[in-house]
């Protein structure tokens, strides 16, 4: 194990006590051994190492739901590792990788390959998603119990919807047995079929095949629908429209089991960047209006948005530099996840501990982890990071293997200065 480590003069922000304020805090054998809120410790022995924070946030590494590799199949995109160490540049602790590789992790045997591929990489913490059908086609429960077993986390066909309501209810029934929640990507996959831009006047304009917002509203009630027929943990992925939103805070008035994501692309983004055809901002869900992302952002202040994903999505530039309807959709997003979530707490739209709570105890709790909170005994993955540190998001620098990055060139606020795991150093910035 590493020796002792002391934070002294932090801004410790944790959302599991509501603390947000001066602070200290001991590491020790890969746990927190002490917390101290308002000031620092005295007497400390003399192996432990003393680190100044100098004012700088203390907080629970951010655990990340969605994080797409391509391993195994496509390593050229991105490998388990290349993608850790992303994570620990972007003060990410956990992340949970997407089962759409080659094999897609249908079975129990590619669950046990990637996580004993993770057990070798200590930049960070990796879980896995199962998909929900065999080879995410839609039609055939993968092995959802088996997988269960081998360590899955939850089930999903990524971006692939399950079109048959049959199918689907089988799943979340099956699913629900062993308490495994099913993530899907809200949608009607007919009226959403070929599109890569949201319905209007903009995407009218550049000539591009789009989907009416409405498309996310219809597949989120049968998804809701089925979800409290069969009491299933639903997990909403990626919600983004306003729509969609009013039918999630009647889902979850009436009982449904739904916890949602919002990726911060579509909270920081509206369709308008798309701009002259611009790929890195080729996303799925494609980006919506601007009253959209605005009902968004208030519904991740008032809690009915649970829980924030970078939604990772690594492609090389042979993909994204095709006509805009033609290349890869996604962004990477590891490094500029927590950037880009405090830009809502310097333009004072949401508090500092709601943003942090969304990507660490919302997360960890959806997930049974111990993590995502400042307490004795919890593990010690940590995040310091200078809000106030300006920082311009250059793509080429990126440390993920693809630099399709939809915030390359943007002006954001808070620089990681060191990622901890299990009380080791995984990242120090310059």
Same mark, same amino acid.
């Given at each position: 194990?590493?020796?002792?480590?002391?934070?002294?003069?932090?801004?410790? =922000? @944790?959302?599991?006590?509501?603390?947000?304020?001066?602070?200290?805090?001991?590491?020790?054998?890969?746990?927190?051994?002490?917390?101290?809120?308002?000031?620092?410790?005295?007497?400390?022995?003399?192996? =432990?190492?003393?680190? @100044?924070?100098?004012?700088?946030?203390?907080?629970?590494?951010?655990?990340?739901?969605?994080?797409?590799?391509?391993?195994?199949?496509?390593?050229?995109?991105?490998?388990?590792?290349?993608?850790?160490?992303?994570?620990?540049?972007? &003060?990410?602790?956990?992340?949970?990788?997407?089962?759409?590789?080659?094999?897609?992790?249908?079975?129990?045997?590619?669950?046990?390959?990637?996580?004993?591929?993770?057990?070798?990489?200590?930049?960070?913490?990796?879980?896995?998603?199962?998909?929900?059908?065999?080879?995410?086609?839609?039609?055939?429960?993968?092995?959802?119990?088996?997988?269960?077993?081998?360590?899955?986390?939850?089930?999903?066909?990524?971006?692939?919807?399950?079109?048959?309501?049959?199918?689907?209810?089988?799943?979340?029934?099956?699913?629900?047995?062993?308490?495994?929640?099913?993530?899907?990507?809200?949608? @009607?996959?007919?009226?959403?079929?070929?599109?890569?831009?949201?319905?209007?006047?903009?995407?009218?304009?550049? &000539?591009?095949?789009?989907?009416?917002?409405?498309?996310?509203?219809?597949?989120?009630?049968?998804?809701?629908?089925?979800? #409290?027929?069969?009491?299933?943990?639903?997990? =909403?992925?990626?919600?983004?429209?306003?729509?969609?939103?009013?039918?999630?805070?009647?889902?979850?008035?009436?009982?449904?089991?739904?916890?949602?994501?919002?990726?911060?692309?579509?909270?920081?983004?509206?369709?308008?960047?798309?701009?002259?055809?611009?790929?890195?901002?080729?996303?799925?869900?494609?980006?919506?209006?601007?009253?959209?992302?605005?009902?968004?952002?208030?519904?991740?202040?008032?809690?009915?948005?649970?829980?924030?994903?970078?939604?990772?999505?690594?492609?090389?530039?042979?993909?994204?530099?095709?006509?805009?309807?033609?290349?890869?959709?996604?962004?990477?997003?590891?490094?500029?996840?927590?950037?880009?979530?405090?830009?809502?707490?310097?333009?004072?739209?949401?508090?500092?501990?709601?943003?942090?709570?969304?990507?660490?105890?919302?997360?960890?709790?959806?997930? #049974?982890?111990?993590?995502?909170?400042?307490?004795?005994?919890?593990?010690?993955?940590?995040?310091?990071?200078?809000?106030?540190?300006?920082?311009?998001?250059?793509?080429?620098?990126?440390?993920?293997?693809?630099?399709?990055?939809?915030?390359?060139?943007?002006?954001?606020?808070?620089?990681?200065?060191?990622?901890?795991?299990?009380?080791?150093?995984?990242?120090?910035?310059?």
């Amino acid at each position: 194990m590493s020796h002792p480590l002391a934070f002294h003069n932090a801004r410790l =922000v @944790d959302p599991d006590s509501g603390h947000d304020g001066p602070g200290a805090l001991l590491v020790a054998d890969g746990l927190i051994a002490e917390v101290s809120k308002g000031s620092d410790f005295n007497n400390l022995a003399a192996d =432990v190492e003393i680190i @100044d924070c100098g004012g700088a946030m203390l907080a629970p590494g951010l655990i990340d739901l969605r994080v797409k590799t391509g391993e195994p199949g496509a390593e050229t995109r991105e490998t388990l590792q290349s993608a850790a160490l992303a994570a620990a540049a972007g &003060g990410v602790t956990t992340f949970v990788v997407q089962p759409d590789t080659h094999p897609a992790v249908d079975e129990p045997s590619v669950v046990d390959f990637i996580l004993r591929r993770a057990r070798d990489i200590d930049a960070a913490r990796i879980l896995c998603a199962g998909a929900a059908t065999r080879g995410l086609r839609g039609e055939q429960m993968a092995e959802i119990g088996l997988m269960a077993e081998a360590g899955c986390v939850y089930v999903t066909d990524v971006d692939r919807p399950i079109v048959d309501s049959r199918v689907m209810r089988r799943v979340m029934a099956y699913a629900n047995t062993f308490d495994l929640a099913v993530a899907h990507r809200p949608g @009607d996959a007919w009226l959403s079929k070929g599109a890569v831009a949201t319905e209007g006047a903009f995407a009218a304009h550049l &000539g591009l095949p789009s989907a009416p917002a409405v498309a996310e509203l219809i597949g989120l009630e049968r998804d809701l629908a089925l979800a #409290g027929l069969t009491g299933a943990r639903l997990l =909403v992925d990626q919600i983004t429209t306003a729509g969609a939103l009013e039918a999630l805070a009647r889902g979850k008035a009436r009982g449904v089991r739904a916890t949602a994501t919002a990726s911060i692309n579509h909270l920081s983004f509206n369709e308008l960047d798309i701009g002259d055809y611009r790929t890195f901002a080729r996303l799925d869900p494609p980006l919506r209006s601007e009253d959209d992302r605005q009902a968004l952002i208030e519904a991740l202040a008032a809690g009915l948005v649970d829980i924030v994903v970078s939604a990772h999505a690594p492609a090389p530039p042979e993909e994204k530099r095709l006509p805009f309807d033609e290349a890869a959709p996604g962004g990477v997003g590891l490094e500029t996840l927590l950037p880009a979530l405090l830009a809502f707490h310097h333009d004072e739209r949401i508090a500092l501990i709601d943003l942090i709570r969304a990507v660490t105890l919302a997360p960890a709790r959806f997930l #049974g982890l111990p993590g995502g909170r400042l307490a004795v005994g919890a593990p010690a993955d940590l995040v310091l990071c200078d809000l106030d540190a300006p920082v311009v998001i250059d793509a080429d620098r990126l440390v993920s293997k693809s630099k399709n990055s939809p915030f390359d060139g943007r002006r954001l606020q808070g620089r990681v200065l060191r990622t901890i795991v299990g009380g080791s150093t995984t990242y120090a910035g310059a």
